[in-house]
């Protein structure tokens, strides 16, 4: 039987976390730093199980920031067309297709605002928010077969990264 120096279910949670992470057998220690973070607590506080992983993976290894550039490429190749095409005055309708899921996926990523999207492509806020707006009518994630949505879960593993926890 494991000793615990914490009480209660979130114990379990993050010393099962901690096991398919790849430690062999977390230390009461290593269970204890984690219990020290109150943000941490307080959100394990509130959530299902099957969240508490990912809030635990994502307070103790935080992803490095992702910049417009990194979402815009990453988009320029999921549709085929260029960098310089997404950032262009193109109006194909391939090439503006890509450009709206770029913001799309840049205001999803980033959080940002509409003003500092349209900085960075040389629009105007109000034509990126109309765009943000076009797109996200046309998605439907109920439907897994949308072309948008598939589209969606490409660029973000091609951005998103992937953790990979060392003990």
Known sequence: MRKRIVPGPAYDVIYEFL???????????????????????????????????????????????????????????????????????????HVVLARDMAIYMIKFCQGSNYSEIARYLGRSRSSVSRSHNKLVEKMDFNEPENFLVGKTFEISANVLPTRRLVF
């Open 19 to 93: 096991v398919l992470c790849g430690a062999k057998d977390p230390t009461p220690d290593q269970i204890a730093n984690i219990f020290r973070n109150k943000e941490l607590m307080v959100m394990l506080s509130d959530c299902t199980s099957n969240n508490a992983y990912a809030i635990v993976e994502n307070a103790l290894y935080p992803a490095p920031p992702v910049s417009f550039r990194d979402i815009a490429q990453a988009t320029a190749s999921a549709f085929e067309v260029k960098l310089v095409d997404i950032l262009g005055k193109s109006q194909q309708r």
